[in-house]
């Protein structure tokens, strides 16, 4: 969901650590599944897809340096092509 800040209007309601949780998994958090982007790019429209489509996501925005170590574990991350920063992973499109 989102919350009306009184400085910046509408935000994304997340947790204390920065997640936002789909309505899908709000209620179990262990049910959700993590997806990660960098620098909050494509994080709106993540959000809009996984209450849309009922998906289960739990959805964080690193800064970059912070990304690189992290994504490249066993989740889903938003990324663009073409690109030579995760070679060994072999990406594949999922939305």
């Excluded at 989102?2 to 262990?30: I, K, M, Y």
């Excluded at 993540?46 to 490249?72: C, G, I």
């Excluded at 574990?73 to 690109?83: I, N």
Aim: glycine share 4%.
């Amino acid at each position: 969901g989102a919350v009306d800040h009184e400085t910046h209007g509408l935000v994304f309601n997340c947790s204390p650590e920065q997640w936002f949780f789909a309505p899908a998994c709000r209620h179990n958090h262990s049910a959700c599944v993590p997806v990660m982007t960098t620098s909050g790019y494509f994080f709106d429209r993540m959000a809009q897809l996984a209450t849309f489509h009922n998906l289960p996501f739990a959805l964080r925005s690193l800064k970059m340096e912070d990304f690189l170590r992290v994504a490249p574990q066993s989740m889903l991350f938003y990324w663009w092509t073409p690109s030579a920063i995760f070679p060994e992973l072999q990406p594949k499109r999922v939305l």
